[in-house]
């Protein structure tokens, strides 16, 4: 069902239930004031639209776009609220920068910030959810660089647009969305028991030390008269819950219209003691006092205030990090004491339960082989994060002549951040080490943040038919943004009572009390303009250039020059195939362009920066970093060809794409000579600075189908959109050698995708002895003698090699490129919707592959040392002839940890995302209570995981948007939170 | 075409999109927490800043704010093979050293800011300061670079005397301070110039910043912190001792003798002296002429500050230079002991400037120069805010008298300035030396250089001592843990130039036996 109704006099809704992005006239928005009609563009757009977002128990907006748009990644990563997500469009652009796109919400950029938080162990804020889903009427994604190249030096990533909805002339209506549900964890890991720890500790123990009295003893150590068997993934994990309340107003008529609406929704994680809770409200208004001018102002504020939990993902291995504490505890150590209190030792840390000496055999030195009390960390301490958001901005557009109109729009993205950190005395942890012991004590650390983004636009649009045929619509404009970001941060410990937490003030604290302020502005100028020309709704050309200047380029390249363009030809409407029935409409079309990526420059890295230099006790001054005139963006040369074609009478539309992606002159750390003298730049290694000097590409293709499977005459219809993209990613020049992540086997490297595996070649246990083997770099077995000489390299079998004994293998010696990537290769969706009458079923599946995850949880879980395992180490070798990929147990030998191929798995999945079931009412029913439409539905988001990896979901990435780790190390399983599946059930009501 | 509302409502518009473009000041944006340089050169009260911004590059941990003086010294036959610097002390180091490396980087790092004044300096035509605080600042400037060129010559190039004319490889000469973009030029990929080139760029260095440099630079701990003339001098004569110009040696050290502005401590612990935890203060000490300031809050720290190395417990002990100063021994074992020692029997700098510890085991010795250093005599930790010592006056008497006996054989002058150190510190039963305690000049150099090992040791010096004056690095250690000798010309008796430093340079030649 799809109705069109014209709204002022450009712009088109398109309001339907069934999934619809066929080529009939549906618009698309196109940046600064500009439209056009699908059948025209020439450029690669792709939209989603609002019935895909509406209801959606989704944490951001970009969470929505997973699996809906070819050649577009989303990446959750993880299961806790509010976490980061990954967006790629068309790949990985970059190595050092961000490869994060640009959102632009209702004409005005966002901030690029892709994780405000600054707080260590702390939680992630990803601006992006600020927006409130329902508000949101499209989100149009541009890919290529006839699209995109308005956008200029911000575009390379892609630019995704935001339109936000509004009031529709005619139309008064009251919405109110209503909806709850609950989530869990959709995977959790399967861990030892008490009896099984115990047997496999004293396993790994004994085979060590043959007459050892055993370390891991089961027993009632907190005399509660129950022998002590703890799951401790139950005790951190649990059912969660969501409500959900939505109710917007809106109105118009000739001489203006409004959308606003309020909003609240509280979740309660699937981690204890998570929760986020968000408000939001919105006024979009438009007046037309007269026939030549209009005016309005869209304004959003989001206030959302989520209690996380310290190291939530990215700093998983924080000991404080529930997934750390929960997978490591041994499980027969209990939780309480018989009282109800938790059981801690003298110093905090979780009780030995009947152990003895086991933590003998846990090598964190820091805290003599014990654990945090992982239900007490995430009780006890906090790690809040609020956040407020002012998004917003106002227009005044006159329309001087027929054609013409010019706009000048000031939008404002306004963000107060309030971090929040306490550790609790009570339990060990930074708490207790300042001032626990004396019955004082905890640590509280804030930070506030303020980040103002303001833009001033002006631009005049003129559109005009010349003659019959020659249609033309042209855009030019000036804009510039200032973004100034301030934060000030303050600590406190020793603090006389936890009543103190929340604020504190006179504290007597020598040892923890520190803040400081920092600030950072950059600003932009620019100059776009566009140009569309069609002749005869048959032949199309695009022509869009900018020119940006920023604060954080260097004075020799302030200036960058953008231009793109874009021919189309819709040979459908040529006399030749006006004989080919099948094919309804055809069009053809290329694109090229040049568009930069600025995101990964900081606002002072091109200026020698001088700052303090303490000589002894006399101030003075040293030199931070050296300039760098030339500093600029990187450049990213796209082509796309391809064509959309509607056929069989509309009942299948067809986009296809061939896009490529050059990009050039790649920010990379280039070392000078150490004679030079010179600072390194901040983040890389002495006597380095960024310079535009690296080369990478990525190529693919993207097909996207839309269907109408079956259309019955008693009303039946099943519609399908199914999309698939194919990318191939190179880096192609690294003069200054190869690009570390954080993982060793991850590097960019010259003629190798940036996300592939180098990696050590397992070889698989000796089944004569249960030694773990490698391959060393020429492809000979080295092995790891745990007998005797224990401790040995084996190079063959032999126990020297050259004379020499045995060195061990390592990725930095012996690593091999596996040809494997951590991206993936091939992505898509499909999307299928059943309606018949008013009930509606949509099934959305996502699915990605072809590329592999380190199971570094694995890894982890597997260890020897005396902390808890993954049932998996069961299948460990025990006598010979075992075949299996778990060495014999040796305590705390971890040798098997050490990277390689063992940990590396497929990624491949297939995910019911979403299944929908959504019933409208019969009218004369719904008008019963007043209402002209009432929509009662129930769904299930992430129902089920079709794949083989071994971990708890496929979809994961530890290091989300954190620069160049998330570039080359994307698709790292570092203990992250599992992810969700979520049930839900609600109603729209519209009066 | 039909106008839809006035002509002056479209003229307004159209100028406000017209004057949007105005405003360029917008792209000019500054960090808030920092300078540019433009602004460092705007007053005198800044460049004055800026020019303490030179020597706070000098407390680099890495170089001469704490490892060049170690990398000397644990190469000498003063140490017990420490239980850090492993391949340093028995000089079987790679390429690929990140001791040589950090070195290497170090240097230069630390003459960056020094090369940074006279390039802006100048480029600015003085910047508007006062003619003597410009002339003082670029003086101040070349010794700094003298300095770190010196240090980097010695660690990374064989002896003066190595060839007949200095002929053979020194380090890179680097009078550039090369901003963002120079530095990636061709022209930094800097060859090594030859030792002779090196001392010559010292020298005149050096003695422009005589010219330049101040006699006091405003207060008594200033006057050790910042390079003055008598500074100057003084490291230029030893620059000239080794480079065998021993008359020019002679020359410069005479001139800081002369001029009266320094005399020895009443004794040799008084240039170490600092009360545990409290900033050192030069007050009373007269024979300090520059250390390299540091304070409890600002020095190299856990990871670097040279307390960290030589304080009892840690890495550095020195039971072979314990044993070669006066004092009771151990018959049985031939150990140093403490026990008997008096100020009869025993060195000052034994008793004051070393404990005896027997916890942890083994036993040890240990210097008490970089310790918290109770003037009351009790051993404390090591002392993070320790200053580092460059030039002292002991070291300016014995450089004159080793040149003097070097060049006239045994003179009165030499003996009396061989006595001046030694007396205050020799064992009261000792009898001072006399010109007829010496068999020939040879033996009173000898002598002369004892004193030198005794009165310097744990400086920096030891080592090359050894080297310029072509002498065995003897065995040394205790116990059954020796490192063998070394002869002074063994190629591996220097480092090698970082592997890492070759890949980024071609035009650098590697030293023999790397």
């Not at chain 1, 919400?105 to 889903?133: C, H, Q, W």
């Not at chain 2, 002991?394 to 080793?402: D, G, H, T, Y």
Request: hydrophobic share 35%; proline share 5%; charged share 15%.
């Amino acid at each position: 069902m799809s109705v069109e109704l014209p709204v002022g006099n450009e712009t088109k809704f398109n309001i339907g239930l069934a999934t619809d992005t066929k080529m009939t006239s549906e618009v698309v928005v196109t940046g600064y004031g500009g439209s056009q009609d699908v059948k025209d563009i020439t450029g690669s757009f792709a939209k989603l639209d609002q019935t895909k977002l509406t209801s959606q128990p989704v944490q951001s907006a970009d969470q929505a776009l997973a699996g809906r748009v070819a050649g577009v990644q989303i990446t959750n990563s993880s299961g806790t609220l509010g976490d980061a997500v990954t967006v790629r469009i068309r790949g990985i652009n970059s190595i050092n920068g961000s490869s994060q796109p640009l959102f632009v919400i209702d004409g005005v950029p966002m901030t690029e910030f892709g994780n405000l938080n600054i707080m260590t162990s702390g939680l992630r804020y990803n601006p992006l959810a600020d927006i409130n889903p329902n508000d949101i009427e499209s989100m149009t994604v541009l890919k290529d660089a006839s699209a995109a190249a308005i956008y200029g030096s911000r575009a390379t990533n892609g630019v995704i647009l935001i339109t936000t909805k509004k009031g529709k002339s005619g139309q008064s209506k009251l919405t109110l969305n209503v909806s709850g549900g609950m989530m869990e964890p959709t995977k959790l890991p399967k861990l030892l028991n008490a009896s099984e720890f115990r047997d496999i500790t004293n396993e790994k123990l004994n085979n060590a030390l043959p007459n050892a009295a055993p370390i891991a003893i089961n027993g009632d150590a907190n005399m509660d008269g129950v022998e002590d068997d703890t799951n401790w993934v139950d005790q951190i994990y649990q059912r969660g819950y969501i409500q959900d309340y939505q109710l917007a107003l809106t109105s118009g008529n000739d001489k203006g219209s409004y959308y606003a609406s309020v909003g609240y929704s509280d979740q309660k994680g699937t981690i204890v003691s998570n929760r986020l809770r968000r408000a939001n409200g919105r006024i979009n208004m438009e007046l037309t006092p007269k026939t030549w001018a209009k005016a309005g102002v869209n304004m959003s504020f989001n206030h959302a205030y989520n209690q996380g939990v310290l190291g939530p993902n990215l700093t998983s291995n924080f000991f404080a990090s529930p997934t750390f504490g929960a997978l490591n505890a041994q499980p027969n150590i209990p939780v309480y004491n018989a009282d109800g209190s938790y059981y801690l030792d003298d110093q905090r840390y979780l009780g030995q339960g009947s152990n003895v000496g086991l933590t003998t055999y846990i090598p964190y030195t820091g805290t003599a082989g014990r654990l945090y009390h992982p239900l007490a960390t995430l009780k006890l301490n906090n790690n809040n994060n609020t956040q407020r958001r002012l998004l917003g901005n106002a227009y005044l557009t006159v329309t001087p002549l027929k054609g013409l109109s010019v706009t000048t729009k000031f939008g404002v993205d306004y963000i107060n951040n309030y971090e929040y950190q306490y550790s609790d005395p009570s339990i060990a942890g930074l708490g207790f080490d300042f001032g626990g012991v004396n019955g004082l004590g905890g640590l509280v650390q804030k930070t506030r943040a303020d980040n103002t983004l303001t833009t001033w636009q002006n631009y005049a649009t003129y559109s005009h038919l010349f003659g019959d045929n020659h249609n033309i619509d042209a855009t030019f404009g000036y804009e510039q943004n200032l973004e100034t970001y301030e934060a000030s941060f303050t600590s406190g410990a020793f603090l006389a009572d936890p009543i103190f937490k929340d604020n504190y003030s006179g504290l007597f604290d020598p040892l923890q009390s520190g803040q400081g302020t920092s600030r950072d502005v950059t600003a932009w100028q620019s100059l776009f303009g566009r140009l569309n020309y069609a002749f005869s709704d048959k032949y199309y050309a695009t022509f869009t250039a900018r020119r940006d200047a920023s604060s954080r380029f260097g004075e020799q390249e302030r200036w960058g020059f953008f231009p793109g363009a874009s021919v189309g030809w819709r040979i459908s409407r040529e006399a030749f195939m006006s004989d080919i029935s099948v094919i309804n409409d055809l069009k053809l079309k290329a694109s090229y362009g040049l568009v930069g990526n600025s995101a990964g420059i900081s606002s002072y890295a091109a200026a020698t920066l001088i700052g303090q230099g303490q000589y002894g006790i006399y101030p003075g001054f040293a030199i931070n970093k050296l300039n760098n005139p030339s500093l600029r963006w990187e450049t990213g040369k796209k082509l796309d060809i391809g064509f959309d074609a509607s056929i069989l009478k509309d009942r299948i539309g067809i986009n296809f794409d061939f896009f490529s992606n050059d990009v050039d002159n790649l920010l990379l750390g280039v070392p000078a000579p150490y004679s030079s003298g010179i600072p390194n730049d901040p983040g890389l290694p002495l006597v380095s600075k960024f310079r535009n000097v690296g080369r990478m590409y990525n190529r693919g293709v993207e097909l996207t189908l839309n269907t109408t499977n079956l259309e019955t005459p008693t009303g039946f219809k099943w519609t399908s959109s199914f999309n698939y993209s194919y990318l191939v990613n190179r880096v192609t020049e690294l003069p200054a050698g190869d690009v570390q992540s954080s993982v060793v086997y991850r590097f960019a490297s010259e003629g190798h995708p940036i996300t592939e595996y180098n990696l050590l070649r397992w070889v698989g246990v000796n089944p004569a002895n249960g030694n773990p083997q490698w391959l060393d770099a020429n492809g000979n077995v080295r092995e790891y003698n745990y007998g005797l000489p224990a401790g040995t390299w084996l190079h063959n079998g032999e126990s020297t090699l050259n004379g020499q004994p045995v060195p061990e293998p390592s990725t930095q010696t012996d690593g091999q490129w596996t040809g494997k990537t951590g991206f993936p290769k091939w992505m898509g969706g499909f999307d299928n919707t059943f309606s018949y009458k008013g009930l509606q079923l949509e099934i959305f599946l996502q699915y990605s592959g072809g590329n592999y995850l380190y199971n570094s949880t694995r890894s982890q879980l597997l260890t020897f040392s005396a902390t808890n395992n993954t049932t998996q180490i069961l299948d460990r070798w025990r006598q010979p002839g075992d075949e299996t990929n778990i060495p014999r147990l040796f305590i705390n030998q971890n040798q098997h940890q050490r990277s390689s191929t063992l940990f590396m798995e497929k990624g491949d999945f297939l995910r019911v995302r979403q299944v929908r079931l959504a019933y409208l009412l019969p009218t004369a029913i719904s008008q019963k209570f007043g209402s002209s439409r009432v929509n009662l539905f129930a769904m299930v988001q992430n129902a089920f995981v079709f794949t083989k990896y071994s971990g708890l979901d496929p979809e994961v990435n530890v290091a989300a948007n954190e620069g160049t780790n998330s570039n080359i190390a994307y698709g790292i399983d570092q203990r992250s939170n599992p992810q969700v599946r979520t049930y839900t059930a609600g109603f729209n009501i519209d009066f | 075409m039909k106008l839809t509302f006035p002509f002056i409502g479209r003229a307004a518009l159209l100028s406000l999109l017209l004057t949007a473009g105005a405003g360029c000041e917008l792209l000019d944006q500054q960090s808030p927490q920092d300078f540019n340089p433009d602004d460092v050169f705007s007053s005198p009260g800044r460049v004055d800043k800026a020019a303490a911004g030179m020597y706070d590059a000098l407390q680099d941990g890495e170089f001469l704010g704490s490892f060049a003086l170690i990398y000397s010294d644990v190469r000498s036959d003063d140490v017990d093979l420490p239980s850090g610097f492993q391949n340093l002390a028995t000089s079987t180091l790679q390429s690929g050293d990140g001791n040589a490396l950090g070195a290497w980087a170090g240097g230069y790092r630390s003459m960056y800011m020094a090369n940074y004044m006279i390039r802006e300096l100048t480029r600015r035509n003085g910047a508007g300061i006062p003619a003597d605080k410009y002339n003082q600042y670029i003086a101040e400037a070349k010794f700094i670079r003298a300095l770190c060129h010196f240090t980097l010559v010695n660690l990374f190039a064989h002896p003066y005397r190595f060839s007949p004319d200095g002929s053979h490889l020194g380090v890179p000469i680097q009078l550039d301070a090369p901003d963002g973009t120079e530095a990636y030029q061709p022209a930094q990929q800097k060859p090594r110039a030859t030792v002779k080139q090196v001392y010559e760029q010292v020298t005149q260095d050096l003695k422009d910043a005589i010219k330049g440099l101040p006699v006091n630079q405003g207060s008594t701990n200033l006057n050790v912190a910042r390079a003055t003339k008598d500074a100057a001098c003084g490291l230029l004569s030893r620059v000239y001792l080794y480079q065998m110009q021993y008359d020019s040696a002679a020359r410069y050290a005479n001139l800081v003798i002369t001029s009266t502005r320094h005399q020895m401590n009443a004794e040799a612990k008084d240039a170490f002296s600092v009360t545990a935890g409290e900033e050192r203060n030069f007050v009373s000490d007269t024979e300090s002429i520059f250390f390299i300031a540091m304070s409890q809050n600002d020095n190299p720290n856990t990871n670097a500050a040279i307390g960290q190395f030589y304080a009892p417990g840690t890495s550095i002990s020195i039971g072979p230079y314990v044993r070669a100063l006066p004092g009771p021994f151990n018959s049985a074992n031939n150990l140093p002991i403490p026990n008997g020692s008096t100020a009869a029997n025993t060195d000052r700098r034994r008793l004051d400037l070393t404990v005896y510890r027997t916890s942890p085991p083994p036993a040890r010795w240990w210097t008490r120069k970089y310790t918290g250093n109770l003037p009351s005599g009790a051993a404390g930790n090591s002392n993070r805010g320790a200053w580092i010592p460059i030039v002292r006056y002991p070291e300016i008497l014995l450089n004159r008298a080793e040149a003097l006996a070097r060049t006239s054989g045994i003179t009165t002058e030499a003996v009396s300035l061989l006595n001046q150190v030694r007396d205050r510190s020799k064992p009261t039963s000792a009898a001072s030396y006399t010109t007829a305690s010496f068999a020939n000049a040879q033996a009173l150099i000898d002598a002369i250089l004892t004193e030198r090992r005794f009165e310097l040791a744990f400086e920096g010096h030891r080592y090359y001592d050894l080297l310029r004056t072509a002498a065995f690095v003897p065995e040394h250690g205790t116990g059954t843990i020796k490192v063998p000798a070394l002869a002074w010309n063994d190629p591996r008796s220097i480092l090698p130039i970082p592997a890492n430093e070759l890949q980024r340079n071609p035009n650098l030649v590697q030293n023999t036996g790397y």
